[in-house]
């Protein structure tokens, strides 16, 4: 009942709305400081998780602190990129509405990167309303871009149908 209320009713659809603004919004404006501020590096950030990774009682978990070790640090730079332009793409198409459940599944894969890496801050309210979004599927995006991108790009993919396969395996 809920889960059927959540993907197609149309007031669920303009509260998702708020919610997908207002996640865009957050992560638009994160990235764009990032990008703005001149001198954003990741190098400090990814050191501090791996640091925590030690002790009695570790912020960051020993594995991920090996991929952060051997993976991010030495591509820091790399990984400084794609958080700055990450953040700024996944709150520009949030705020569209296109591409919406993609922008939500990109945006908490760094949230949980971000969390994974000791950081709380407002890390797990932004995967709990974008959780929302992601179990919403396309209602989280019908007042935005996607109402005609999705349609538009269903329309106009290539595909064979089911009897032209067929007779493709047959022969």
Known sequence: MI??????????AAILTLLRVYLGYQWLTGGWG???GGGFDATGFIQGAIASAGGDHPAVQGWWATF???VAL?????????VMWGEVLVGAALILGIFTNFA???GITMNFAFLFSGTVS???QMVLLTVFI??????????????WVKPFLKN????????EKKQLVVA
Do not use: C, Q
């Open 34 to 36: 990032k990008i703005t």
């Open 156 to 163: 106009h993919t290539p595909r064979k149908n089911k009897k």
């Open 122 to 124: 407002t890390n797990a």
């Open 134 to 147: 992601l179990v919403a599927g396309y209602n989280a995006g019908r007042f935005g871009l996607d109402r």
């Open 104 to 106: 939500a599944l990109m």
């Open 74 to 82: 030495p591509n820091a730079g790399l990984f400084s990129f794609m």
């Open 68 to 70: 952060l070790e051997t």
């Open 3 to 12: 889960n059927n209320f959540i993907r197609k009713n149309s007031i669920a």
